[in-house]
């Protein structure tokens, strides 16, 4: 449980960083994954991010009408779309990015190297111990 309540806490601290910047959690959460996978199709960008693709095709429509992305049909399968940034785009990743290596920096001030390490095996072995 009290993993879940931090988990929780530190995921409504995040996006509240982010609103702050002019983002939301769920706008990072797919430019990082678009950009991170130069062109994503819809069905494998959902999977990415952990979302249904009805809920997906919501932030991707918002995302385009504020011209932050563009979809097209893939050339080679016209049944599946292809995901890219525009310009604009780009420029809230970047403005997000660095919010996120900020509040990443916040999060972990006081914690020493060594104990961040032994956390993040202590989180590796709770998702394998759930079959994550």
Known sequence: MNLARTAKLVAQAFDAALVEVGGTLPVWVTLLSVKSKELANQRELAGMIGIQGATLTHHLNAMEAQGLLTRRRDPQNRRVHQVALTETGEALFEKL?????????????????????????????LRANVGG
Request: avoid cysteine; proline fraction near 3%.
């Open 97 to 125: 990015r660095l919010e996120a290596v900020a509040f990443d920096k916040r999060l972990r001030a006081g914690l020493p190297d060594d104990r961040l390490a032994e956390f993040a095996e202590v989180l590796a072995a």
